[in-house]
Nanobody, 122 residues
Framework: QVQLVESGGGLVQAGGSLRLSCAASGHTFSSYAMGWFRQAPGKEREFVAAISWSGGSTYYADSVKGRFTISRDNAKNTVYLQMNSLKPEDTAVYYC???????????????WGQGTQVTVSS
């Protein structure tokens, strides 16, 4: 069982940066792949980024490639999402998730956080 708590969301102007954190409970964090997803009002939840259990492989949605960076610190049981050059269309609730392998669809993941709001003003 893994419990996930996101933090770091907020209001930022277009072009700005935010770093999201997702803290995991449990001593098995390092065995899980981690992902970030987001859901904007009236839209389906969509994949943002994922990272393998070791951190050796990362994956990104085309819409965030080159602007967002996913990383993890297994000693701190935490995964991060550094978001740069933010755009109004990045506005959404961001969720982290844990699963047995990294993937770009939500069914791969077994555990989910409650989400953190990111709002980008124009």
């Amino acid at each position: 069982q893994v419990q996930l708590v996101e933090s770091g969301g907020g209001l930022v102007q277009a072009g700005g940066s935010l770093r999201l954190s997702c803290a995991a409970s449990g001593h098995t964090f390092s065995s899980y792949a981690m992902g970030w997803f987001r859901q904007a009002p009236g839209k389906e939840r969509e994949f943002v980024a994922a990272i393998s259990w070791s951190g050796g492989s990362t994956y990104y949605a085309d819409s965030v490639k080159g602007r967002f960076t996913i990383s993890r610190d297994n000693a701190k049981n935490t995964v991060y999402l550094q978001m740069n050059s933010l755009k109004p269309e990045d506005t959404a609730v961001y969720y982290c998730a844990a699963g047995n392998r990294a993937g770009d669809y939500d069914l791969v993941y077994d555990y989910w956080g409650q989400g953190t709001q990111v709002t980008v003003s124009s």
